[in-house]
């Protein structure tokens, strides 16, 4: 049995460059949706086309039988579900909870584990698309916890994307998402030599990027990320502090289970210089900019 939208009131925590189209899909398909974000002004379109905001966290859990988080990092999922006043001091018996934040596999297992004792339904489902794929509604969502609230759950992740799997128990979301972005991490550096090699040898790299792009060097990086670096659009559709944020998780989990990871070590050494130099709210893709200066 999937949740009726007729009765369901889904509350939206975190309303930024993805959270925002995830919201409005949600709202699109007809859904009853409470927001609530740190600045209001964010979500004055959102409340125009028909989300109610909510005052505080407490307030919007108090009223929702379904949570959706997307917020920034680890300890602001942390403090928003297991803090004093978090969703698990207010949410009621039968709420679902559906973080969807990249955060720390063993943080998702902590939530879950105290949703258990309260009766409550916790997924961990973070996400990867960027702001495109979260404006289109063809995320992939990657899903760690109970098939039973999968299965729940389904009709609402069916509205903001395409390739959804659940990945296994709670957890299981997030470690596929570090694998994720351990491939991207390394993709990144080579797109980015691409471009400047294209330039440097006076290539022109559109022209390149249609031939390659569709060859075996082909990847979603590359046809969404390569075409804006070569138009100097740095602005984020993923930021380079969250990205160095769930490297530097995939570094510690990797580090926990006896694992070395040199190519991730290097993309986070490379992403932290570009942070040194005042990029860090800028998108993944002006890694390139590494390069352009040389």
Known sequence: MKIEKESAVIGFIGIGVMGKSMAKNILKAGYNVHIFT?????????IQQGAIWKNTVSELTKESTVIITMIGY???VEAVYLGDD?????AKKGTYLIDMTTST????QKIAQKAREKGIFSLDAPVSGGDIGAREARLTIMVGGDDEAFEKCKPIFEVMGKNIILQGE???GQHTKMCNQIAIATN????????????????DPEKVLQSISSG?????????????????????????????KDMGIALNEANS??????????????????????????????????????
């Open 105 to 108: 596999p063993t943080l998702a």
């Open 257 to 294: 289970m006896g694992m070395e990871m040199p190519g991730l070590e290097l993309a986070k050494k490379l992403y932290d210089e570009l942070a040194d130099q005042g990029e860090e709210n800028s998108g993944t893709q002006a890694l390139y900019k590494l390069w352009n200066e040389k």
């Open 74 to 76: 680890p300890q602001d």
């Open 86 to 90: 978090g969703i698990l001091s207010h």
């Open 216 to 244: 075996a060097a082909g990847s979603w990086s590359l046809s969404n990320l390569a075409p804006r670096i070569i138009n100097e659009d740095f602005e984020p559709g993923f930021f380079v502090k969250h990205f160095i």
């Open 170 to 172: 709670a957890g299981a």
């Open 38 to 46: 740190r600045t209001k002004d964010k979500a004055q379109d959102l």
């Open 188 to 203: 990144m550096i080579g797109i980015c030599e691409a471009v400047a090699y294209a330039k440097t040898s006076g290539l």
